[in-house]
């Protein structure tokens, strides 16, 4: 089900710092979002074919790779960022000051893979502490047209999101940079303008497997993947705006309760579902794959890293598989249209405007990376939301809802380093 505004914007915009002409407090009646520049991106991507996702596979381990070695570094070490190019077998680096060996090292791992080392004006650690600044600045009524923002894709700043009833003039958005740069500690801001906020979206038995529709008191939602604790349980990791704590997941056939909420973080959009039998290991390391109604139940063989270009499939419920996703942020934030605050979140779009990622019904469903060579799944994330850039795409699967073309979901590796006791389940 749709989580419609209805006033829960206005009610946190009730302080205000400055304001300016043609920004937005909350008018569900808005006209229609204006295409961002940063749409164009997907344009300049070619399709992901069975060699694209070779090469992806490929670029991906180099990158995993340099991952691995800036993380073990003391400090803030200066990376930004990593942007994949697997058309080209290229992978660009963005760090900010002098490169380690070590990572250099790391990134010379596949001599066949073009790595491009890039300087960038801030490191990622000081991007999320501006991104984190300005949240708290907007959370806090200083900044109540602002709905999102994460690191900008190159590095030098941050790409903010705000509520406007109309085109901004160029002084307009220029005077909101300055504002905004402001409360963020000085980092530059480059605005985007939208009308409407980021709408949370919600296969019909055998809920064991990741991608099955579940009923909550009020949403209808799908499950993601199976995460295992250490004390022996299973639980099914899926998206927290689609029921509260200690409430139940209901099968959609029977009614029949099968699980509740046993564990929630609304500012990640997740939560863990337990079984509510007494079979501590119900639920199982696969997903539905295919149509609406699942096809086959495909295993879950391992975890994904996520980065930028990277293309995606997701699995919902009510859409049924949908792939050609592409990457186009990681680390975002959004204010969504339930009135919560919503972190690290990984941005994407459909390859093709006119496709949807997702809709409504498919919240908590999983996100994979795909093997084409062998069609193994890999967990990347779970469906958080969405918001069409320009007009709403038709749905795929189940008709008489709203989908999308461009959307955030939480990635499970955020999950996995923040949740101790917990790891991805998977099978052969």
């Known amino acids: ?17 400055f304001s300016l002409p043609g920004l937005a407090r909350a008018d569900a009646t808005a006209p229609a979002r204006p295409i961002p520049d940063f749409a164009a991106v997907s344009q300049s991507v070619p399709h992901p074919d069975a060699r694209f996702m070779r090469n992806q596979a490929r670029v991906n381990k180099v990158a995993d790779a340099v991952s691995a070695a800036y993380k073990r570094l003391p400090g803030d070490s200066g990376y930004t960022d990593i942007i994949t190019d697997p058309a080209k077998l290229g992978l660009t680096v963005l760090w900010h000051g002098p490169v380690p060996s070590t990572v250099t090292g790391a990134a010379a791992t596949d001599h066949r893979v073009k790595v491009t080392f890039t300087q960038a004006r801030y490191t990622r650690r000081q991007l999320l502490e501006a991104s984190d600044a300005l949240m708290s600045a907007t959370r806090n009524g200083l900044a109540p047209h602002v709905s999102g923002a994460g690191p900008a894709g190159d590095g030098n700043g941050l790409d903010v999101e705000v509520l406007a009833k109309k085109t901004l003039s160029p002084q307009a958005m220029a005077k909101t940079s300055d504002d905004l740069a402001a409360l963020d500690g000085g980092v530059p801001v480059v605005v985007h303008t939208t009308s409407v906020l980021m709408s949370l979206d919600d296969r019909a038995n055998e809920n064991m497997y990741g991608g099955a529709r579940w009923d909550g008191p009020v949403k209808e939602c799908s499950e993601g993947f199976s995460v295992a604790a250490t004390w022996g349980w299973n639980y099914d990791l899926t998206a927290a705006h689609c029921a509260n704590m200690e409430e139940g997941a209901d099968s959609p056939t029977t009614g029949r309760g099968f699980a509740h909420v046993a564990q929630q973080r609304q500012d990640r959009d997740t939560e863990l579902l337990m079984p509510a039998d007494t079979d501590p290991r119900f639920f199982q390391p696969r997903i539905w794959w295919g149509n609406s ?5 495909a295993p879950v063989k391992g975890f994904a890293a996520v980065y930028r270009n990277n293309s995606l499939c997701s699995s919902g419920s009510f859409s049924g598989s949908i792939c050609d996703i592409l990457v186009q942020n990681t680390d975002s934030w959004r204010y969504s249209d339930s009135g919560v605050y919503i972190t690290r979140l990984v941005e994407v779009v459909a390859f093709y405007g006119y496709n949807p990622i997702w809709g409504h019904g498919d919240s908590g469903g999983p996100v994979v990376a795909v093997d084409w060579s062998d069609g193994d799944m890999y967990a990347a994330g779970i469906i958080s939301g969405g918001q069409s850039i320009g007009t709403d795409p ?17 990635p499970i590796s955020v999950f996995l380093e923040e949740t101790p006791g917990f790891s991805l389940m998977t099978a052969s």
């Open 394 to 410: 038709p749905c795929q699967g189940i008709q008489g809802r709203t989908c999308v073309n461009h959307g955030w979901f939480a």
């Open 293 to 297: 109604t699942g096809e086959w139940r």
């Open 1 to 17: 089900m749709h989580l419609y505004l209805k006033g829960i914007f206005s009610a946190a915009c009730a302080m205000t710092a």
